[in-house]
């Protein structure tokens, strides 16, 4: 066998070197999975908290197609993240808005951040929700998505209207019998002995 010349010494060279590169490209592919394989998993269990949570969350884009929904969403609203993801919210839950949704969608750019009372209606029904929202943006701080958390307060408001019904009705009868109302004349009763 003979000994390999010059030129085939640098061709192995060369192979080696080009065989390192690839071992060294392939070291860092598996390092770039590994990370991400870490940050979903960390997205996962991040989603399932927000499952646990009794609020309805949901990220929507700007122009309100839902990105996510929780199974708070699901409970309250009757609808699955599969009926609801690539939907428009504010069309699929018939969405009343306190003041015109442009004006919402203004105060929601500048501050980034809006609260208020709407009323929903879904398959189970229609729900008066204290809405929170955050808006998202991206690195170069464009409005990207926005995170709206809803609370039901559909029962503390019925409540509420029955407190203020009994209110007036106890007002109503305090006026008419207080000494300042005008007396009514009513004959006297009959006496039957």
């Not at 870490?38 to 990105?67: F, P, Y």
């Not at 307060?153 to 009705?169: F, I, L, P, V």
């Amino acid at each position: 066998m003979s000994t390999p010349g010059p030129a085939e010494r640098s061709d192995h060279d060369g192979l080696r070197q080009r065989v390192a590169e690839l071992e060294d490209q392939l070291r860092a592919a598996a390092a770039v999975d590994h990370e991400r394989a870490r940050e979903l998993k960390t997205l996962e269990e991040q989603a399932h908290l927000l499952d646990l949570a009794h609020d309805t969350i949901m990220v929507r884009r700007l122009d309100g197609v839902i990105l996510y929904w929780n199974k708070g969403a699901e409970r309250m609203y009757g609808l699955t993240r599969e009926e609801a993801v690539g939907r428009t919210s504010h069309e699929i839950l018939a969405t009343e808005f306190p003041v015109p949704l442009t004006q919402i969608e203004r105060a929601l750019i500048e501050s980034g951040h809006w609260e208020g009372e709407l009323r929903h209606s879904g398959p189970r029904g229609q729900v008066t929700v204290d809405s929170r929202w955050a808006l998202r943006r991206d690195a170069r701080g464009e409005p990207e998505a926005v995170l709206e958390i809803n609370n039901d307060m559909t029962a503390r408001k019925e409540a509420e209207a029955e407190r203020n019904a009994g209110r007036k009705t106890s007002f109503a009868l305090r006026r008419s019998s207080s000494p300042s109302s005008p007396r009514r004349s009513f004959p006297s009763p009959m006496r039957w002995w």
